[in-house]
C-alpha cells in the first residue's frame, strides 16, 4: 500500500538490494501510469489524501490546535473516565482504504469541517452549555426575573424570550376587550423602548458570555430596534460609569423630568409586590441608568457614536424575523409578505453596513412547521428551501453571499421519531455543499449553525410526569448532533405556562446529560454508526425529492400561492392524530399503559397568567411614555414612512424612531406604505 500522507510510489528492493532490471522495468511502467492516475484526482481528494494521518495525528495526540478569528485554541484530545481511561473526545476512523477515505471525507469528516455534517466547530465550547431555556410571561420586570433565575451560577447567559400575543401581532397594550387579555399571557408584553431595557437589565447584552434569542416575526424589525437600542444604551452607560459622570447624568435627567412634570420610569416588578428599584438575584442594575433617555441625549456624538458602533460588532443572539414559515406555519403575518421580505433585507444590509457579525438577522425556522403537524422530513425540507428562497432575495438585491449568510440561523423541532436522530447533520450537509458548490460562498458561510428545542407537541395532558422522559430521550438526540443551542421543555407545558420548580427540572435534563452522561464526553457519538449512516442519506434523498416538488410548484413562494405548504403539514397532522387516537401510534399513558384511574388529563391547581395589576401597569407606563414622546413621535412617524416610500432602508430609520415611538405607533404606520397581510383563500 502507498503511503497515504506523501502520495508517493516508493521504488521496492530485495534484501536491501536493487531488484533486476526487467522487474524495474515492469515498476516504472506502474509509477508512471500511477503518476498519470494520481494527476486525475480531483484537487480536494488528492488534499485530503495528504493531510489524513496529519489529521489522525492531531486528534490522536496530547492537544488539538486551530484558530478561531485568528486566535489560537488548544483542546485536550481526551477526558480521564473515573476507570481512568482515555476517552477520546473526537473518535477517529479506522479506514487504510483510498476509497473509505474518501467516501467518509467527503460525506461526513471531522467535526469542523466540511460538509460539517458532523458539527460545524471543531470542539465543542468549554466556557457555556448549550442550554438556551424561552421564557416569558406578564411585564418585563417579572420575565426578567425569570432569566436571573435561569442564569444564576450559569457561566453564560443564553435568555430565549417568548412574547406575548399583542406584541407578537405588532400592538400596543390596550384596554380594547380584543386585547386586555391578551397583555402578558403566553410571552412577555413589550411596546417600547424601556420595556426592552428592563426586560434584559442586569445582563451585559455586549459580553461574549451573553446570547439573546427573540422569537419575534412579523414586528420583528421594530423589536429588534428595542433591543440594539437597549445594548448601545448599556455601552453608554458602562462609559458613564468609567468615566465617573454618574452622579452629573442623573441629575441630568431628573431635571428633564421634572421641566417635563413627568414621573420617570422605573424598575418595578408588580408580579411579586416589590417596592420600586428593588431588583432580583443576581441583577447588577446594569441598564437602568438611561430609563427614560437615549444615550444621544447625554454623550456628545462622537462619543455616542463610539458607543454605538462598540454595541453593535459585539452583541451576539438571534431574532426569529422567519415571515415564510408565518405564512405556511404559524400564522403571525403582519405585513404584506412582499414588505416584509424588504424589511429582512433592509435588516441584512444594515448589519452589513455596521459589521454585526456576531448577531443572526433571521432563525429560519422549522420548529412552527413541525408543531403544526409536519412530519421530520417535511420540517427539514420546507425549513432549508426557506432558507435558501432567503439566499436567493439577498443576493438578488446585491449582497456578497459571505456578507449575509453567516448571519443566517436556523431553528428546528426534535421528535422521537427516527428521523430526528440526524436532522442536524442532514441540514448541515445539504446547506454546506449548497453554499460551496452552487454559491461559492466561504467556510464560515457554508457553517449552518442551528437552535434545537423538544417537541412541544409531544407533551401530553395525560400522565404529564411522563413528558420528563420524552424531553430527555429528545434532548440526547439533539446534544450527539451536536447542536449549537438546545432548549428543553418543562414537563408541565401541556397544561400551563412552567413553574419555577418544572423549568429547574428541564435545565437539569441538559445538565445531566453534558455533565453526568459519560459518552457525551466524546463529541462524535453518532459517526460510524450503520443506522445513522443509513438515516442520513435516507434522510438527505427525501429532503431533495420535496426540493423537487417544491420546484414543480414555481419554487417557495410559487407554492405558497397553492397553499402547497399549509396542505401537506395539514395533511400530515391528521395523518399522525389518526393513528394516535386509533392506538396504532402508541403513546404511553395517552392510548397505551394507562393507570388504574385511566390516566385522565391532569387539571393544574393553578394557572399561571398576568394579573390585572400587571396589565394595567404596562397600559400606564405606554402612556407615560406616549405623554413625554408627544411632540418628537409624530414627526418621526412621518419620517418613517417616507423612508418606506422612498426605497430607502427602513431599518436605519427604524433605529432612531423606536426611541421615540411605541410598537403599535410603528406598525400602524407602516401599514399605511406596506400594506397589511391578507391571507391568500
Request: net charge negative; glycine share 8%; aromatic share 10%.
Given at each position: 500500500?502507498?503511503?497515504v500522507?506523501?502520495?508517493?510510489?516508493?521504488?521496492?528492493h530485495?534484501?536491501g538490494?536493487q531488484?533486476?532490471?526487467?522487474r524495474a522495468?515492469?515498476?516504472e511502467?506502474?509509477?508512471?501510469?500511477y503518476?498519470?492516475l494520481?494527476?486525475?484526482?480531483?484537487?480536494?481528494?488528492?488534499?485530503?489524501?495528504?493531510?489524513w494521518r496529519?489529521?489522525?495525528a492531531?486528534?490522536?495526540?496530547?492537544?488539538?490546535?486551530?484558530?478561531?478569528?485568528g486566535?489560537?485554541?488548544?483542546?485536550?484530545?481526551h477526558v480521564?473516565s473515573?476507570s481512568?481511561?482515555?476517552?477520546?473526545?473526537?473518535?477517529?476512523?479506522?479506514?487504510?482504504?483510498?476509497?473509505?477515505?474518501?467516501?467518509?471525507?467527503?460525506?461526513e469528516?471531522?467535526?469542523g469541517?466540511?460538509?460539517?455534517?458532523a458539527?460545524?466547530?471543531?470542539?465543542?465550547r468549554?466556557?457555556e452549555?448549550?442550554?438556551?431555556?424561552f421564557?416569558?410571561?406578564g411585564?418585563?420586570e417579572?420575565?426578567n426575573?425569570?432569566?436571573?433565575?435561569l442564569s444564576?451560577?450559569?457561566p453564560a447567559?443564553r435568555?430565549?424570550t417568548?412574547?406575548?400575543?399583542?406584541t407578537?401581532y405588532g400592538?400596543?397594550p390596550?384596554?380594547?376587550?380584543?386585547?386586555?387579555g391578551?397583555?402578558?399571557n403566553?410571552?412577555?408584553s413589550v411596546?417600547?423602548?424601556?420595556?426592552?431595557k428592563k426586560?434584559y437589565?442586569?445582563?451585559?447584552l455586549?459580553a461574549?458570555?451573553?446570547?439573546?434569542?427573540?422569537?419575534?416575526?412579523?414586528?420583528?424589525?421594530?423589536?429588534?430596534a428595542?433591543?440594539?437600542?437597549a445594548?448601545?444604551?448599556?455601552?453608554?452607560?458602562?462609559?458613564?460609569?468609567e468615566?465617573?459622570?454618574t452622579?452629573?447624568v442623573?441629575q441630568?435627567?431628573e431635571?428633564?423630568?421634572?421641566?417635563r412634570?413627568?414621573p420617570r420610569p422605573?424598575?418595578r416588578?408588580?408580579?411579586?409586590?416589590?417596592?420600586?428599584?428593588?431588583?432580583?438575584d443576581?441583577?447588577?442594575?446594569?441598564?437602568?441608568?438611561?430609563?427614560?433617555v437615549?444615550?444621544?441625549?447625554?454623550?456628545?456624538p462622537d462619543m455616542y457614536?463610539?458607543?454605538?458602533?462598540?454595541?453593535?460588532?459585539?452583541?451576539r443572539?438571534?431574532?426569529?424575523?422567519d415571515?415564510?414559515?408565518?405564512d405556511q406555519?404559524?400564522?403571525?403575518?403582519?405585513?404584506?409578505?412582499e414588505?416584509?421580505l424588504?424589511m429582512?433585507?433592509d435588516?441584512?444590509?444594515y448589519?452589513i453596513a455596521?459589521?454585526?457579525r456576531?448577531f443572526?438577522?433571521?432563525?429560519?425556522s422549522?420548529y412552527?412547521?413541525?408543531?403544526?403537524?409536519?412530519?421530520?422530513?417535511?420540517?427539514?425540507a420546507?425549513?432549508?428551501a426557506n432558507?435558501f428562497t432567503?439566499?436567493?432575495?439577498?443576493?438578488?438585491?446585491?449582497?456578497?453571499i459571505?456578507?449575509?449568510a453567516?448571519?443566517?440561523?436556523?431553528f428546528?423541532?426534535n421528535?422521537l421519531?427516527p428521523?430526528?436522530?440526524?436532522?442536524?447533520?442532514?441540514a448541515?450537509?445539504i446547506?454546506?455543499?449548497?453554499i460551496?458548490?452552487?454559491?461559492?460562498?466561504?467556510e464560515r458561510?457554508?457553517?449552518?449553525?442551528?437552535?434545537?428545542?423538544t417537541?412541544?407537541r409531544?407533551?401530553?395532558a395525560q400522565?404529564i410526569a411522563f413528558?420528563?422522559?420524552r424531553?430527555?430521550l429528545q434532548?440526547l438526540?439533539?446534544?450527539y448532533d451536536?447542536?449549537?443551542?438546545?432548549?428543553?421543555?418543562?414537563y408541565d407545558?401541556?397544561?400551563?405556562?412552567?413553574t419555577?420548580?418544572?423549568?429547574r427540572?428541564?435545565?437539569a435534563i441538559q445538565?445531566?446529560i453534558?455533565?453526568?452522561?459519560g459518552l457525551?464526553?466524546?463529541?462524535?457519538?453518532?459517526?460510524?454508526?450503520?443506522?445513522?449512516?443509513?438515516l442520513?442519506?435516507?434522510?438527505?434523498?427525501?429532503v431533495y425529492?420535496?426540493?423537487?416538488?417544491?420546484?414543480?410548484?414555481?419554487?417557495?413562494?410559487?407554492?405558497?400561492?397553492?397553499?402547497?405548504?399549509?396542505n401537506?403539514?395539514?395533511?400530515?397532522s391528521l395523518?399522525?392524530?389518526?393513528l394516535?387516537?386509533s392506538?396504532?401510534?402508541?403513546?404511553?399513558?395517552?392510548?397505551t399503559?394507562?393507570?388504574?384511574g385511566?390516566?385522565p388529563?391532569?387539571?393544574?391547581h393553578e394557572v399561571?397568567?398576568?394579573?390585572?395589576e400587571?396589565?394595567e401597569?404596562?397600559?400606564?407606563?405606554l402612556e407615560a411614555f406616549?405623554r413625554?414622546?408627544?411632540e418628537?413621535?409624530?414627526?418621526?412617524?412621518?419620517?418613517l414612512k417616507d423612508t418606506?416610500?422612498?426605497?430607502?432602508?427602513?431599518?436605519?430609520?427604524?433605529m432612531?424612531?423606536?426611541?421615540?415611538?411605541?410598537l403599535g405607533q410603528m406598525t400602524h404606520?407602516l401599514?399605511?406604505v406596506?400594506g397589511?397581510?391578507r391571507?391568500?383563500m
Amino acid at each position: 500500500m502507498a503511503e497515504v500522507q506523501s502520495l508517493t510510489l516508493q521504488p521496492p528492493h530485495v534484501n536491501g538490494h536493487q531488484i533486476s532490471g526487467a522487474r524495474a522495468a515492469a515498476y516504472e511502467a506502474l509509477r508512471v501510469e500511477y503518476e498519470r492516475l494520481l494527476a486525475e484526482l480531483d484537487t480536494d481528494v488528492r488534499s485530503l489524501l495528504e493531510r489524513w494521518r496529519d489529521e489522525l495525528a492531531a486528534y490522536q495526540g496530547d492537544e488539538y490546535v486551530y484558530s478561531v478569528r485568528g486566535r489560537e485554541i488548544r483542546v485536550q484530545n481526551h477526558v480521564e473516565s473515573l476507570s481512568h481511561l482515555k476517552i477520546p473526545k473526537i473518535a477517529t476512523p479506522r479506514f487504510s482504504d483510498w476509497g473509505d477515505i474518501v467516501r467518509w471525507a467527503m460525506q461526513e469528516n471531522f467535526p469542523g469541517k466540511f460538509p460539517y455534517t458532523a458539527g460545524v466547530y471543531p470542539f465543542k465550547r468549554q466556557s457555556e452549555d448549550p442550554t438556551r431555556m424561552f421564557a416569558g410571561e406578564g411585564g418585563p420586570e417579572r420575565t426578567n426575573k425569570r432569566f436571573h433565575y435561569l442564569s444564576h451560577g450559569m457561566p453564560a447567559a443564553r435568555l430565549s424570550t417568548a412574547f406575548d400575543s399583542v406584541t407578537l401581532y405588532g400592538e400596543d397594550p390596550d384596554r380594547r376587550p380584543d386585547i386586555y387579555g391578551k397583555i402578558g399571557n403566553s410571552g412577555v408584553s413589550v411596546a417600547t423602548i424601556d420595556d426592552a431595557k428592563k426586560l434584559y437589565s442586569g445582563f451585559d447584552l455586549c459580553a461574549p458570555s451573553t446570547s439573546v434569542s427573540m422569537t419575534i416575526n412579523g414586528p420583528a424589525p421594530m423589536i429588534l430596534a428595542f433591543f440594539l437600542n437597549a445594548a448601545i444604551d448599556q455601552e453608554c452607560e458602562k462609559y458613564i460609569r468609567e468615566q465617573g459622570l454618574t452622579e452629573q447624568v442623573e441629575q441630568y435627567i431628573e431635571e428633564l423630568y421634572r421641566q417635563r412634570g413627568l414621573p420617570r420610569p422605573v424598575y418595578r416588578n408588580i408580579a411579586t409586590n416589590a417596592p420600586a428599584g428593588v431588583l432580583p438575584d443576581g441583577h447588577n442594575g446594569l441598564g437602568l441608568l438611561l430609563l427614560g433617555v437615549s444615550g444621544d441625549e447625554v454623550l456628545p456624538p462622537d462619543m455616542y457614536a463610539a458607543c454605538m458602533r462598540r454595541a453593535l460588532e459585539q452583541v451576539r443572539g438571534t431574532v426569529q424575523a422567519d415571515i415564510l414559515k408565518e405564512d405556511q406555519a404559524q400564522n403571525t403575518c403582519i405585513f404584506s409578505t412582499e414588505f416584509a421580505l424588504r424589511m429582512m433585507g433592509d435588516v441584512q444590509e444594515y448589519f452589513i453596513a455596521n459589521r454585526v457579525r456576531n448577531f443572526y438577522s433571521v432563525s429560519i425556522s422549522g420548529y412552527h412547521i413541525a408543531e403544526a403537524g409536519a412530519n421530520p422530513i417535511t420540517q427539514l425540507a420546507f425549513t432549508l428551501a426557506n432558507g435558501f428562497t432567503y439566499v436567493e432575495y439577498y443576493l438578488s438585491r446585491g449582497m456578497h453571499i459571505d456578507k449575509f449568510a453567516p448571519n443566517l440561523s436556523f431553528f428546528f423541532s426534535n421528535g422521537l421519531d427516527p428521523e430526528y436522530s440526524v436532522i442536524g447533520r442532514v441540514a448541515r450537509r445539504i446547506w454546506a455543499k449548497a453554499i460551496k458548490y452552487k454559491y461559492g460562498g466561504n467556510e464560515r458561510s457554508q457553517m449552518l449553525k442551528y437552535h434545537i428545542q423538544t417537541s412541544g407537541r409531544s407533551l401530553h395532558a395525560q400522565e404529564i410526569a411522563f413528558n420528563d422522559i420524552r424531553t430527555t430521550l429528545q434532548a440526547l438526540y439533539a446534544i450527539y448532533d451536536n447542536c449549537n443551542s438546545l432548549h428543553t421543555n418543562a414537563y408541565d407545558e401541556a397544561i400551563t405556562t412552567p413553574t419555577e420548580e418544572s423549568v429547574r427540572r428541564a435545565v437539569a435534563i441538559q445538565l445531566i446529560i453534558n455533565k453526568e452522561l459519560g459518552l457525551a464526553k466524546n463529541e462524535n457519538p453518532l459517526q460510524g454508526s450503520f443506522i445513522i449512516e443509513e438515516l442520513t442519506d435516507l434522510v438527505e434523498e427525501a429532503v431533495y425529492a420535496e426540493f423537487q416538488r417544491l420546484n414543480e410548484r414555481g419554487g417557495v413562494l410559487g407554492a405558497m400561492e397553492l397553499m402547497y405548504q399549509r396542505n401537506k403539514i395539514q395533511e400530515e397532522s391528521l395523518y399522525y392524530e389518526s393513528l394516535k387516537h386509533s392506538g396504532k401510534l402508541p403513546i404511553i399513558g395517552v392510548n397505551t399503559f394507562l393507570a388504574k384511574g385511566g390516566s385522565p388529563t391532569v387539571v393544574p391547581h393553578e394557572v399561571i397568567r398576568s394579573t390585572r395589576e400587571e396589565k394595567e401597569q404596562q397600559i400606564a407606563n405606554l402612556e407615560a411614555f406616549w405623554r413625554r414622546n408627544a411632540e418628537r413621535s409624530e414627526a418621526a412617524l412621518r419620517r418613517l414612512k417616507d423612508t418606506a416610500r422612498r426605497g430607502e432602508n427602513i431599518f436605519a430609520t427604524l433605529m432612531e424612531v423606536c426611541k421615540t415611538c411605541s410598537l403599535g405607533q410603528m406598525t400602524h404606520a407602516l401599514y399605511q406604505v406596506g400594506g397589511q397581510y391578507r391571507r391568500n383563500m
